[in-house]
């Protein structure tokens, strides 16, 4: 699903990522492949997660993978702007999860390899950065049903599928997560896409934080706070997913499932 929807867009990838990505774009001549800029963004990637692990303590060169991280994203956002223009699949979800794990992971070792709590919560954060991705994936779907969004929205997929994990990770893995935290769906008939938009703008607005590219620019701006202290950047983020996203999501979706039961209550068109 193309991010054409200033709603449903993560608020970094609408507010910095993309703009900047537009920006570049729009001066390289020709346009670079979708294929080139994803190989492109898988080297810059993997190599930014294997700095991380090169970096002296407490000196600048902490500020060359945050720089290699920041630039993934940005070329990550051109794929999708690329993609949504061609016609083809825009997500670049797997990608992006996969980097930012390399990223976590590396990050993880210069803290404290050795320490239980250290991998015990960045393992907490790991799994609870894939849930948010996976609930966003789905609220921008159920979202776009809801309102009479664009019609390439596929429905879940009822088995896990590399097509599937590429759309976000969402629809086949997390699918039946998401739908007990958010409820039932709504099988009625198609409700006035007007009012139910205005029902659900607000909680999905609230979504918007919970996608790879709040992850990343946490990840990113760590990397290079981490020249200062290894420590504080590993423990500011792990807490900032582990718990501040954590119960931002659980916000979500207490939101939601209000505006999704007031919705169930309109006249359908």
């Not at 800029?37 to 060359?64: C, E, H, K, M, Y």
Request: overall charge neutral; charged content about 15%; hydrophobic content about 55%.
């Amino acid at each position: 699903m193309a991010d054409d929807d200033p709603i449903t867009e993560g608020y970094f990838d609408r507010h910095l990522h993309r703009p900047l990505a537009a920006w570049v774009l729009g001066r390289v001549r020709p346009a670079p492949s979708l294929e080139l800029l994803t190989l492109a963004g898988l080297v810059v990637g993997l190599t930014g997660a294997v700095a991380v692990l090169l970096a002296s303590p407490r000196s600048v060169d902490w500020i060359f993978p945050a720089w290699l991280l920041f630039a993934f994203t940005v070329a990550s956002s051109g794929r999708r702007l690329l993609a949504g223009h061609s016609g083809a699949e825009p997500e670049a979800g797997m990608l992006e999860f996969a980097i930012g794990a390399a990223f976590w992971i590396a990050l993880t070792l210069r803290a404290a390899p050795d320490s239980a709590w250290t991998c015990t919560v960045a393992s907490i954060a790991l799994v609870s950065a894939l849930v948010h991705v996976g609930l966003q994936a789905e609220l921008r779907r159920r979202f776009a049903e809801l309102t009479g969004g664009d019609g390439d929205v596929a429905p879940p997929s009822p088995r896990p599928s590399v097509a599937a994990l590429a759309r976000g990770l969402a629809p086949a893995v997390f699918h039946d997560l998401a739908a007990a935290l958010l409820g039932p769906e709504h099988l009625g008939g198609r409700p006035p896409p007007g009012a139910a938009r205005s029902l659900l703008a607000a909680p999905m607005r609230m979504a918007a934080w919970l996608g790879h590219d709040t992850h990343l620019a946490l990840l990113y701006v760590a990397t290079a706070v981490a020249a200062v202290r290894i420590d504080l950047a590993f423990w500011t983020v792990a807490l900032a997913v582990a718990v501040g996203l954590n119960l931002w999501a659980l916000l979500v979706v207490a939101g939601w499932r209000r505006a999704e039961a007031l919705v169930r209550r309109l006249a359908p068109v």
